[in-house]
T-cell receptor, first 112, second 116 residues
Framework: DAKTTQPTSMDCAEGRAANLPCNHS???????VYWYRQIHSQGPQYIIH???NNETNEMASLIITEDRKSSTLILPHATLRDTAVYYC?????????????FGEGTQLTVNP | GAGVSQTPSNKVTEKGKYVELRCDPI?????LYWYRQSLGQGPEFLIY????????DSGLPNDRFFAVRPEGSVSTLKIQRTERGDSAVYLC??????????????FGEGSRLTVL
């Protein structure tokens, strides 16, 4: 699986958009970009994933650059409950299961 | 149940003892994963089951670690002769075939193991 690079920590004001960057310059053509988050003392939670098109769901938007070497997760209106570690993961999609390799992620702190 | 259930939530044991950690996946999920998370680190893959068989056990650190899933549902992670370095949160996740192929794993809240 390709390696990802994320900032160690970020801060965001409550109600503002949180933009979390991720570099994955060695991504291969059939690897997807996944984002998970982990709130303190809980298991990781899936947020969103994409291959090359931008994606949006009820939690977030994922913007992938045209060359696919980087992406940004956007939380449009961050709340205090969005404080968590956010993991950007690049992985091959298997036909019958997915092994995800987590890095150390970005600690996002949403401030009141 | 509605989500992935792991027991015990906390386990304190002494060095050298044997430990079992249990994972009850979401009903109908055929894929099951074990991860280990040390303080300040991201989860580290241990083993992945598809049905009853271990499809990928390359993350198990050594032969003291073993996992089973005899009926393709509940799984048990077994650690023999525990060492202080085994102290971590052990996370279990499950997925259904369609969701597994999209990378969406559903995680439990983990079992925190402390080896004294």
């Amino acid at each position: 699986d390709a390696k990802t690079t994320q900032p160690t920590s970020m801060d965001c004001a409550e109600g503002r958009a949180a933009n979390l960057p991720c570099n994955h310059s060695t991504i291969s053509g059939n690897e997807y970009v996944y984002w998970y988050r982990q709130i303190h003392s809980q298991g990781p939670q899936y947020i969103i994933h994409g291959l090359k098109n931008n994606e949006t769901n009820e939690m977030a938007s994922l913007i992938i650059t045209e060359d696919r070497k980087s992406s940004t997760l956007i939380l449009p209106h961050a709340t205090l409950r969005d404080t968590a570690v956010y993991y950007c993961i690049v992985s091959l999609v298997e036909t019958s299961g997915s092994r995800l390799t987590f890095g150390e992620g970005t600690q996002l702190t949403v401030n009141p | 149940g509605a989500g992935v259930s792991q027991t015990p939530s906390n386990k304190v044991t002494e060095k050298g003892k044997y430990v079992e950690l249990r994972c009850d996946p979401i009903s109908g999920h055929t894929a099951l994963y074990w991860y280990r998370q040390s303080l300040g680190q991201g989860p580290e893959f241990l083993i992945y089951f598809q049905g009853t068989g271990a499809a990928d056990d390359s993350g198990l650190p050594n032969d003291r670690f073993f996992a089973v899933r005899p009926e393709g549902s509940v799984s048990t992670l077994k650690i023999q002769r525990t060492e202080r370095g085994d102290s971590a949160v052990y996370l279990c996740a499950s997925s259904s075939p369609g969701q597994g192929a999209s990378g969406e794993l559903f995680f439990g809240e983990g079992s925190r193991l402390t080896v004294l």
